[in-house]
């Protein structure tokens, strides 16, 4: 069964590409997908849900397919974090978007790979939903870029919004350039699964049910907590 576009909507941080939809559904569909469910979040939201999210993921029973794919490649590039004022401070608007933009490869993120795991060079031709995977990396700077458009969309009311402070605003500003050079530094070359719905594959991907290769979330915070400098709690 399809679900509404109204409910489509509803769904956060989700991944959806409309050139498979048009198979999945053989048609034109509506394409309406980033970001109007979201527009009352706010950075300490925003931030504290990527933290839970980390920290608490439980599994899903609904699209996991046990081991994961990985795409070929190793941590292995030196990249110096820097500040980048396009990145943090320009305004919203297809400029800023461009640049945003520009971080995505054609396609999406979206892959071909066989059963066996090869990858499939394109070749012109519409994917195959039952060859079609996402590489995490992509999937993550979306959701970044969703968060950050989102947040901005909030600006309008900024009685409403006390993260508009300027010391403050200069804090989240920050976070988004800096976060964006985290996902790019620590690329998730996992390949995420489409959603089902029953048998059947969906032209879409809300990320959960993959298994990725992590940091062991508990053990680094056990082991940070233990050389603490502060006795000071809290995520402000
Ligand atoms: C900031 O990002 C833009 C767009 O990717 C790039 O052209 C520019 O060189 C970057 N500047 C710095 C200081 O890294």
Do not use: E, K, V
């Given at each position: 069964m399809q679900t509404s576009n109204d409910e489509r909507e509803d769904e956060m941080g989700l991944l959806d590409d409309k050139w498979l939809r048009k198979q999945e559904h053989g048609g034109r569909v509506s394409w309406r997908l980033w970001g109007t469910g979201i527009l009352c979040l706010v950075a300490g939201f925003a931030l504290g849900a990527l933290f839970h999210r980390i920290s608490t993921s439980t599994p899903q029973m609904s699209h996991g397919h046990g081991k994961s794919l990985v795409a070929p490649f190793e941590p292995s590039v030196k990249v110096t974090f820097q500040p980048n004022d396009t990145f943090a401070?320009?305004?919203?608007?297809p400029e800023a978007d461009a640049v945003w933009e520009a971080l995505m490869p054609l396609g999406r993120g979206f892959v071909q790979v066989t059963p066996n795991g090869e990858f499939i060079p394109h070749a012109g031709s519409t994917s195959n939903l039952h060859n079609t995977k996402v590489v995490s990396a992509f999937h993550q700077i979306h959701c970044l870029n969703m968060l950050r458009k989102s947040l901005y969309a909030s600006v309008g009311e900024p009685e409403k919004?006390?993260?508009?402070v300027p010391q403050i605003e200069h804090h989240w500003r920050h976070c988004f350039d800096y976060l964006r050079q985290v996902l790019m530094c620590n690329a998730d070359v996992t390949l995420e699964n489409l959603e089902t719905s029953g048998e059947k594959l969906l032209a879409r991907v809300d990320g959960w049910g993959t298994e990725h290769v992590c940091v062991d979330w508990r053990a680094l915070k056990a082991w940070t907590e233990k050389h603490r400098g502060t006795d000071d709690g809290g995520i402000d």
């Open positions: 401070y320009a305004t919203p608007g919004f006390r993260y508009m």
